[in-house]
């Protein structure tokens, strides 16, 4: 039996450890509160769920979304929790032009001054076909829905990020965005874009903002889309959406502060997708 020293660790131990460092993170009020953040999808699903956990932490939250009465049951379940009155900011990221990301960045700015944290829950499945009968317009759809509008949200907020002592960015990927499957179509294409974006992204700003970029592909979990990509599937056997949320807690709270350009799962399980 060999024991390796600490300074004999390779890259692949640390980053290891880091991602599940970042599975059983812990997160804790001093870690979120008063930090500004944005979820989108803060409607359904993940995005829900991670929107009322940062908030019942103490973060003041921007709920964005396209359902306006699921985004006010995401804000009565912050208040109820006795976190922050979170602000509404319902936009439409299949129909929005550039005045709705103005309007939108022009509220963060004048209701907080900065953003600490951006995370990127909104996303479309698309349909499941393959490549040669996948319809042109749904293809179009979910690109523009998945990577476009997290693109143009991103440019339009990266000024009030940059304000932030700490900013935070998390794109949330998938199990088949660096490994495509086939039928999942613009899907897939769409999650290894964002992948894409992350890279880049995390590149430009890395030495030269204190902005760090990451994503996290959530492994699978108990959601309305998991539900319609496989509608044979027991619902009971699929893990709720808090199973996720310690790593997206661990990248959007000040415990990740220096972590960038990384792609962390979720969960231990990468042979499922969604
Ligand atoms: N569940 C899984 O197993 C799994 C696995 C890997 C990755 N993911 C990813 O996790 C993220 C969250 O998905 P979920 O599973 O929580 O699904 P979900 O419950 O269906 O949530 C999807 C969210 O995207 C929003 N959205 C869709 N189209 C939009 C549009 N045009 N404008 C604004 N918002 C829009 C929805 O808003 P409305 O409520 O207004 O429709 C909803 O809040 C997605 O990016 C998904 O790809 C999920």
Redesign the pocket.
């Known amino acids: 039996m060999t024991h390796q020293q600490p300074d004999e660790r390779t890259q692949g131990d640390q980053k290891l450890d880091s991602e599940l460092g970042a599975r059983t993170y812990s997160a804790t009020p001093e870690a979120f509160i008063d930090r500004v953040i944005l979820v989108?999808?803060?409607?359904?699903?993940?995005?829900?769920?991670l929107a009322r956990a940062c908030g019942s932490l103490g973060a003041r939250m921007v709920l964005?979304?396209?359902?306006v009465g699921?985004?006010e049951a995401t804000y009565d379940a912050i208040i109820a929790a006795g976190g922050p009155r979170p602000s509404i900011a319902p936009?439409?990221?299949?129909?929005?032009d550039a005045s709705h990301y103005a309007v939108l960045a022009d509220a963060v700015r004048s209701e907080f001054g900065r953003l600490d944290g951006l995370a990127?829950?909104?996303?479309?499945?698309g349909e499941l076909a393959p490549v040669e009968h996948y319809d042109v317009v749904t293809w179009l759809?979910v690109m523009h829905?998945?990577v476009n509008?997290a693109f143009i949200l991103t440019q339009a907020l990266l000024p009030l990020l940059r304000t932030s002592q700490d900013g935070s960015i998390v794109f949330?990927?998938?199990?088949v965005s660096v490994r495509g499957r086939a039928y999942w179509g613009a899907?897939a294409a769409s999650?290894f874009a964002l992948e894409g974006l992350m890279q880049v992204l995390a590149d430009e700003t890395d030495t030269l903002t204190k902005i760090r970029v990451n994503s996290v592909?959530?492994?699978?979990?108990?959601?309305?889309?998991?539900a319609?990509?496989y509608p044979g599937e027991d619902a009971a056997s699929?893990p709720m959406?808090a199973t996720?949320l310690p790593t997206f807690l661990y990248l959007l709270g000040s415990a990740s502060a220096g972590v960038t350009g990384r792609r962390f799962d979720a969960q231990d399980v990468r042979s499922d997708?969604?």
């Open positions: 989108t999808g803060a409607s359904s699903g993940i995005g829900a769920a964005s979304g396209r359902n699921r985004l936009l439409d990221l299949e129909r929005a990127h829950l909104a996303g479309q499945l759809r829905v998945n509008a949330t990927t998938s199990g899907y999650k592909n959530p492994g699978k979990l108990r959601t309305a889309m998991r319609r990509a699929v959406p996720a997708a969604t």
